[in-house]
């Protein structure tokens, strides 16, 4: 799989424009007039050290004004905002603007100018169809910090499903183009014969001359879902399947020589999809297409992975679907909601719970995402494969011992870091709520801590440690102590 990058772009606050003599665009015949830089100043906290809420730094990328006067971008342009700028073709002036809408799951957001007549006289751009293979494409943006809009050309090269960095997680449909694609070029509209067909969003770290785009299912289906005020997401099911690439699997399944499908392994039991479908279940079609064995099915001249069908659907739809169960044909409608999966955290500040120089954390996404748990193999049990050992229950989550602030009082914890908390004074921990509830409720001299899969059990002297707590967290700069 190809290493991907975000085309949005850090800005260098000091040192000189690298293309301040560079000439404008040449005309677009009025298209670059509602192409506009968007200047982000952004604030993400550090989950490494929880109560850091991080450094501003600034970026940079490109939007597009669209109908009801407002203007397309990605949503890692405009994430984690704390001051929005955008800035007109031919214009010196920056126009203060505000988010309207975030899709982190798809990577798109809208933007509008505090002053709604910033946009009077700009033509929206035209949204247009989906490009076939082939196609020659014209994308436009602002790339590595320009001031001046940046034209390039090129030919659509692959249609596929294909995961988002922006998320962390989330896949969907994506046109792949050799079109020239920088950082800065994120948000930018990507055009065949002067209508919109995709929004640039990420490049090809591996690959020469790759980029990709968002196409217009995709961004069509994130405008229609905001049209209430509420962003809702994309749906997902939620199941694990396995391809039936064998004959014999296929025979064991009781298919017909004609039949194709793959096998049902697993239901999450938190999505609406479980107790309709069921392992060992036969998934036939979804919306009417015929599922191959490795997952695909048949559209835009090629063939996609089944995650492409769920994108034509809303948050609380029905999706018809056709299964063999035990030799028999069904036809099911299955509802579908938001991912129970969690993206990557945007927005928000991390939580934790430090006591006695203890930090603890709740073992989610971001925390995963940032720490990296691939070589611990506990965490990554309790995080992704835990659930999979009760089917049919929802299994909580847990809280992780993220660091230890070292001091005299804590000296003897063996632990240092990345442990799973699984009692506290003989209480069963599943957040930070059950955490501090047994940290303050305990009248009794000790304070005891076990871990989960390590043979190490922790003793604090509780009036010592409540002594030290305060000293410990000035010591460390630690402000507050919790924010659960």
Known sequence: ??????????LCLAGPNPD?????APQLGGLERSVVRLTNTSQRADWQIPWNPGHPRVGQGSGFVIEGGRILTN????????DLVIHLHDDANPYPARIVALGHDCDLALVEPVDPTVLEGLEPLALGDFP???????????PAGGRWLSTTRGTVSRIDVISSVHSGGSSHLAVQTDAAINPGNSGGPVMKDREVVGVAFQASARLENVGYFIPMPVVNHFLEDVSDGQYDGFPRLDM???NLDSPAARRRAGMDEAETGVRIDFVHPASPAH??????????????EALANDGTFRAHEQRLQLEAILDRFHVGDAIPARVLRAGERLDLTLPVGPSVYPDRAYETLP??????????????REYVQVMGISKNHDLLWEYAYKQLETPGEVVPGRVVMLRRLDHAVNATVGLSANVVLERVNGQEIFDLEDLVTALDDNQDRYQVFDFAYVDHLVV????????????????YAVTPDRRP
Not at 75 to 82: F, L, Q
Not at 132 to 142: I, K
């Open 240 to 242: 694990f399947v396995a």
């Open 75 to 82: 949503a890692h342009v405009v994430a984690d905002s704390k």
């Open 132 to 142: 076939s293979q082939g196609d020659e494409v014209l994308t436009l943006g602002f």
């Open 20 to 24: 301040a003599a560079e000439p404008p």
């Open 275 to 288: 107790g309709l479908l069921k392992p060992e279940d036969i998934l036939l079609s979804l919306d009417g």
């Open 351 to 364: 939580t934790y719970v430090v006591y006695a120089g203890l930090v603890f954390v709740p073992l989610e």
């Open 460 to 475: 604090l002297d509780r009036e010592a440690a409540d002594a030290a707590h305060q000293d410990i967290l000035e010591l």
């Open 1 to 10: 799989m190809s290493i991907v990058i975000l085309l949005s772009t850090a």
